[in-house]
C-alpha cells in the first residue's frame, strides 16, 4: 500500500517563512515524479513545483521563486520550503506521487500524479 505522510508548519505571518515534509512509502515501481500542489476552495489543484526521478525541478511561474523542493530521492522524501509569504498563498497543500512518465511540462498537472498525501491547510496571517 502506497502511503504519503505530510508533516512541517502550516501557520504563518505574511513575510514569514514554511517548510513542509512529505515521505512517500510502499511502491512496487518507480516514481517518475514528486511534487507539491495547493488548492483554494472552490478551485482546481494547482501545481506549484514537483522533481522528477532524473532530478529535473519545475516550478510554477506563479510563486516567483519563492518555493523550492529539496529531496531525498533514496529515502523518497520530498521538502517544500517557502519563503516571503503571502496571503494569496494560503491554501490546502498536498503532496503527490506520479509513476507514469508524461511530458515534463506536464508535472505540474494534478492529472498527471496517482497517489496524494492527506493535506494541509496553510494559513497566512497579516
Known amino acids: 500500500q502506497v502511503l504519503l505522510v505530510e508533516s512541517g508548519g502550516g501557520r504563518v505571518q505574511a513575510g514569514g517563512s514554511l517548510s513542509r515534509s512529505c515521505v512517500a512509502s510502499g511502491f512496487r515501481e518507480n516514481w517518475s515524479s514528486m511534487g507539491w500542489f495547493r488548492r483554494v476552495a472552490g478551485k482546481g489543484r494547482e501545481g506549484v513545483a514537483a522533481?522528477?526521478?532524473?532530478?529535473?525541478?519545475s516550478c510554477a511561474a506563479s510563486v516567483n521563486g519563492r518555493f523550492t523542493v529539496p529531496n531525498d530521492k533514496a529515502k523518497n522524501t520530498l521538502f517544500l520550503h517557502i519563503n516571503n509569504l503571502n496571503p494569496e498563498d494560503a491554501a490546502m497543500y498536498y503532496c503527490?506521487?506520479?509513476?507514469?512518465?508524461?511530458?515534463?511540462?506536464?508535472?505540474?498537472?494534478?492529472?498527471?500524479?496517482?497517489?496524494w498525501g492527506q493535506g494541509t491547510q496553510v494559513t497566512v496571517s497579516s
Open positions: 503527490a506521487v506520479a509513476i507514469a512518465w508524461t511530458d515534463p511540462e506536464r508535472y505540474l498537472a494534478a492529472y498527471s500524479y496517482k497517489y
Open positions: 522533481i522528477l526521478s532524473e532530478g529535473r525541478i
